[in-house]
């Protein structure tokens, strides 16, 4: 099926453990996305893509890094993970300045 | 500061009734996007909103737009149990490509 595709859909790290969350896209979209999902707080931008090779800080990026390898393609890393980094993580992409996002099924991390 | 406010937090009403969700933002927009999440599930769009009194239906919800006061609203109307999930509104605002600012979400429970 179409869309977005993230991998994988949940996971459970311990303190310190590193993780890559994988997202791709088949729509040929510009930009891609990833955002955190904490209950309360509605959707918070971690980095975003506007297009390939490019990528920018949103509004909550300290501990995590991003890497757009192809227009498909957008990885979400976690070098060192706490616990204040679990969460439902969810990737996105979009048209620059079009009909709004497509989303990913999320990530479900849990650090213990 | 960019920021989406959504009021009520959560809501529950019962079969039949009508009710209306309000998202406030801070400045000027260029759109903004109604979005349905059932519980574990990803957010689906609902509508985009791109000028001051547009007005978009489908079925029982219809969202419309006042940029005048930097305000939106998502109506219900003679509310069913299938409508029972969370409502978030995204905004894009002036300036900020195609980045969404997502307000905090209504959680809707309708009851029979």
């Known amino acids: 099926n179409a869309g977005v595709t993230q991998t994988p859909k949940f996971q459970v790290l311990k303190t310190g453990q590193s993780m890559t969350l994988q997202c791709a896209q088949d729509?040929?979209?510009?930009?891609m996305y990833w955002y955190r999902q904490d209950p309360g707080m509605g959707l918070r931008l971690i980095y975003y893509?506007?297009?390939?090779?490019?990528?920018d800080k949103g509004e909550v990026p300290n501990g995590y890094n991003v890497s757009r390898l192809n227009k498909r393609e957008f990885s979400l890393r976690l070098e060192s993970a706490a616990p204040s980094q679990t969460s439902v993580y969810f990737c996105?992409?979009?048209?620059?300045?079009?009909?709004?996002?497509?989303f990913g099924s999320g990530t479900r991390l849990t650090v213990v | 500061e960019l920021k989406v406010e959504q009021n009520p937090l959560f809501l529950s009403m019962q079969e039949g009734k009508n009710y209306t969700i309000y998202c406030n933002y801070s400045?000027?927009?260029?759109?903004l996007y109604w979005y349905r999440q059932d519980p574990g599930k990803s957010l689906e769009s609902l509508f985009v909103?791109?000028?001051?009194?547009a007005v978009k239906q489908e079925g029982r919800l219809m969202a419309s737009l006042d940029t005048k006061a930097r305000l939106s609203t998502l109506h219900i109307t003679a509310a069913v149990h299938d409508l029972s999930a969370t409502y978030f509104c995204?905004?894009?605002?002036?300036?900020?490509?195609?980045?969404?600012?997502f307000g905090t979400g209504t959680r809707l429970q309708v009851t029979l």
């Open positions: 996105a992409s979009s048209y620059v300045g079009l009909w709004g996002y497509t």
């Open positions: 729509m040929n979209h510009n930009s």
């Open positions: 893509s506007a297009s390939e090779g490019t990528t």
């Open positions: 400045t000027t927009s260029d759109r």
């Open positions: 909103l791109l000028s001051n009194g």
């Open positions: 995204a905004v894009s605002f002036t300036g900020t490509a195609s980045k969404l600012t």
